[in-house]
T-cell receptor, first 114, second 110 residues
Framework: DAGVTQSPTHLIKTRGQQVTLRCSPI?????VSWYQQVLGQGPQFIFQ???????GRGNFPDRFSARQFPNYSSELNVNALLLGDSALYLC?????????????FGEGSWLTVV | GQNIDQPTEMTATEGAIVQINCTYQ??????LFWYQQHAGEAPTFLSY????GLEEKGRFSSFLSRSKGYSYLLLKELQMKDSASYLC???????????FGQGTELSVKP
């Protein structure tokens, strides 16, 4: 069975540009969450979507947005990129909404902003 | 506030046992998770504790005390491949949200 898949795996953007990251959850999983992991730190929660609705939002500026599609895949958009947005962006999926469910991570998208 | 503390680095010898501690203070609690993350890779799920006590899974065990805000991950019969970062995370009030510690970098030496 395919795990959580993310694309692209690596990308380089220039300050001020916009980026879209994509995620497909494990088949049957309806909840998708996004995390940002800066080198040397633990992942930081950005968003959670369940049944195509935003169910949680972390402490990130409005430049960050996301959505979930009818097939439960998801996109994370970041506008007006800053150097500090350089990080590993992780997508995680779980069966249900609550964090009591086991949460599985994808391999991540490495974003470098220059 | 939300605070999860774990040691930054630990070193242990192949074949030995190591215990990685995690203390937490969070506004909500929906279980405690441990993840393993090798350099350049995604975190992989190791364990989940929601009730007090010890959960054993092969060479790995995880303990939780909710009253003390404390957990540990115990790794037995250490192997070189266990060298990785170990992340402690608490399930928060917001559905699906995990609050992570900074991770403990474990180095296993021959």
């Amino acid at each position: 069975d395919a795990g959580v898949t993310q694309s692209p795996t690596h990308l380089i953007k220039t300050r001020g540009q916009q980026v879209t990251l994509r995620c497909s959850p494990i088949s049957g999983h309806k909840s998708v969450s996004w995390y940002q992991q800066v080198l040397g730190q633990g992942p930081q929660f950005i968003f959670q979507y369940y049944e195509k609705e935003e169910r949680g939002r972390g402490n990130f500026p409005d430049r960050f947005s996301a959505r979930q599609f009818p097939n439960y895949s998801s996109e994370l958009n970041v506008n007006a990129l800053l150097l500090g947005d350089s990080a590993l962006y992780l997508c995680a999926s779980s069966l249900q909404q609550g964090s009591g469910n086991t949460i599985y991570f994808g391999e991540g998208s490495w974003l470098t902003v220059v | 506030g939300q605070n999860i503390d774990q040691p930054t680095e630990m070193t242990a010898t192949e074949g030995a046992i190591v215990q990685i501690n995690c203390t937490y203070q969070t506004s909500g609690f929906n279980g405690l998770f441990w993840y393993q993350q090798h350099a350049g890779e995604a975190p992989t799920f190791l364990s989940y504790n929601v009730l007090d006590g010890l959960e054993e899974k092969g060479r790995f065990s995880s303990f939780l005390s909710r009253s003390k805000g404390y957990s540990y991950l115990l790794l037995k019969e250490l192997q070189m491949k266990d060298s990785a970062s170990y992340l402690c995370a608490v399930g928060g009030n917001q559905g699906g949200k995990l609050i992570f510690g900074q991770g403990t970098e474990l180095s296993v030496k021959p």
